[in-house]
């Protein structure tokens, strides 16, 4: 079978798939309410149906590019980024509605309201109508620089909803786009073939889905984040640390970065306590790049009190469903849950703990890349809240530093089963979703099947037809 025909047809059938997830999201997706528009379109089943039998061949060619290879050829990567990200770009919001949340905050940061008080509620009014029920009081989890963003993106949309959640996306695949010109410096470094991590931190379909289709600011962050660890892989660890403090003061979980700063800059010392100076170094430069920034972005330090911003009591993290079980069985008891989850949570915390001190004891062996990426997959996965897209944090920095292959294959299969475990609304699923779902996922299995078996015989005759020149 030709390799570059095979490439050629992976990419068509991912760019197939990525198109039919745009179209039922027309159907199935975050959809706003109060466009009437958008109202007319709403025929859920169908949209399902479509959906995930996308996702089913987005997957499959994902995993049929990544058997061949994406070539060496990192030009060729770019392009079936470009390819599969399209049609998400022009999408409605899919998988989450956390993107009318941006714009709600960006709208009150505008309006001089303090965002780290109040919640969506405080604003009233149609965008604010547009985030879920649940988070209207809530307020917001995120740092400075992200909300300054947010109130940068939405001034000039004025009441257009569309053009904002456009502009947010635009945000978020900008971040997609630094990662990718990022990770081939920090996969060279550890050794690892640029277009083997690219196939998997960039053109993974999880990523696609939740940083494209969902607009997640969680992509700016990881962006950043990469490119912080690229400036101190390059000698420029002051500058790696004020990226890396951006991308803190985008969501807290970058912050980790810089420890893996401190450890590569201490490698470039001499003389007594490297790792000491460094870490001091690094911790001076975050100060004063913190109260710049904060300065600024003009929102004062409230992001560190709102931290702590309700979770979801549904939340599937294993903390959370450990502490559910576990006062269910103790209700007898008289034992209060909030008691029980809490106690959950604060042993998710201790766990993270013991992974990050194993990984600083092996850190010579594992080096800063990979002991990063460890323990950000640690705190997601003993953390309180666990969103698909949250696990692509600690992806990034294995993706580059991971060379074994068991260790990457656990990654991709991990990314395809998160991918299909949100439905496009962004809620919560029922039987009947479920088993449309399924529908679409076989069917979608079944059109790759098809594709390949047709793709033989054509194969078989180009590669007879070159044997006889």
Excluded at 72 to 88: E, H, M, S
Excluded at 152 to 166: M, R
Excluded at 213 to 230: K, P, R, T
Aim: proline share 6%.
């Amino acid at each position: 079978m030709s390799s570059d025909h095979a490439r050629a047809m992976a990419r068509a059938t991912g760019f197939a798939g990525s198109s039919l997830i745009a179209v039922g999201g027309l159907g199935a997706g975050a959809l706003p309410v109060g466009i009437p528009f958008f109202a007319g379109l709403e025929h859920v089943g169908i949209g399902l149906v479509a959906v995930y039998g996308g996702l089913a061949l987005l997957l499959l060619a994902w995993w049929w590019l990544g058997r061949l290879s994406p070539g060496g050829d990192i030009r060729a990567v770019w392009t079936t980024l470009a390819l599969w990200a399209a049609p998400l770009l022009i999408a409605p919001p899919m998988f989450s509605r956390d993107v009318y949340s941006y714009l709600a905050q960006g709208l009150m940061v505008g309006e001089g309201l303090d965002v780290y008080r109040a919640g969506p509620s405080a604003l009233g009014g149609f965008f604010a109508e547009q985030v879920p029920a649940i988070w209207q009081h809530t307020p917001s989890p995120y740092g400075p620089v992200f909300l300054l963003l947010s109130a940068v993106v939405v001034a000039p949309i004025g009441g257009h909803l569309l053009t904002g959640v456009i502009a947010m996306r635009l945000v978020a695949v900008a971040g997609l786009a630094l990662l990718a010109y990022v990770l081939p410096t920090l996969a060279r470094e550890a050794g690892v073939r640029p277009d083997k991590a690219l196939w998997l931190a960039v053109l993974n379909p999880l990523v696609l889905i939740h940083f494209v289709g969902g607009a997640h600011n969680d992509a700016l962050m990881v962006g950043l984040l990469a490119a912080g660890l690229a400036a101190a892989i390059r000698h420029r660890p002051v500058v790696g640390t004020v990226l890396i403090v951006t991308a803190t003061l985008i969501k807290a979980p970058a912050v980790l970065g810089l420890l893996a700063v401190a450890v590569i800059w201490a490698s470039r010392l001499d003389g007594r306590f490297p790792r000491l100076r460094a870490s001091a170094a690094v911790g001076a430069t975050a100060a004063a790049a913190t109260a710049v920034l904060t300065q600024i972005a003009g929102t004062g330090y409230g992001w560190t009190t709102a931290l702590d911003t309700p979770i979801s009591p549904q939340n599937l993290s294993l903390t959370s469903v450990l502490g559910r079980w576990t006062a269910d069985l103790l209700r007898e008891d008289g034992v209060g849950e909030v008691f029980v989850l809490d106690l959950w949570r604060w042993l998710g915390v201790l766990a993270t703990l013991i992974v990050a001190g194993l990984v600083w004891t092996c850190l010579d062996r594992l080096g800063p890349l990979y002991g990063l990426g460890i323990v950000l997959v640690a705190v997601v996965a003993f953390g309180p809240a666990l969103r698909p897209w949250y696990l692509i944090w600690g992806l990034v920095p294995l993706a580059a530093a991971a060379r074994h292959t068991w260790v990457r294959s656990v990654l991709a299969a991990a990314c395809a089963i998160l991918a299909l475990v949100v439905l496009p609304d962004g809620f919560a699923v029922d039987i009947r979703e479920f088993l449309l779902a399924t529908l679409g996922a076989l069917a979608g299995a079944a059109a790759f099947l098809g594709v390949r078996l047709a793709a033989a015989p054509a194969v078989s005759r180009l590669a007879t037809a070159r044997a006889t020149r």
